[in-house]
């Protein structure tokens, strides 16, 4: 369509993970039945980009990124990792 399918639940997606040491073959969190909003568990795309970076050795809580004035951000914004992939 011309919204390049972006217009149809934007709340909910989907992501797979494996390697690295996770505890695998397991779902997290759950939709309503449509499928449409996160009724269990949402998980936030920085937990899985904070889960990444745990598990190449990124200390998330104390790594930044300077923002173009220098001034130091955190990689993953307060967010943790998926503690049930840990």
Not at 54 to 70: E, N, R, S, Y
Request: one cysteine or more.
């Amino acid at each position: 369509n011309k919204d390049g399918g972006r217009d149809h639940w934007p709340r909910v997606s989907c992501a797979l993970l494996s390697g690295g040491g996770m505890k695998h073959g397991q779902v997290i969190g759950s939709t309503d039945r449509l499928g449409g909003e996160a009724s269990e568990r949402p998980v936030h795309f920085m937990e899985v980009l904070a889960t990444l970076y745990k598990h190449v050795g990124i200390d998330t809580d104390t790594a930044t990124l300077p923002d173009l004035t220098g001034r130091p951000h955190y990689i993953t914004d307060g967010h943790k990792p998926i503690s049930e992939l840990i």
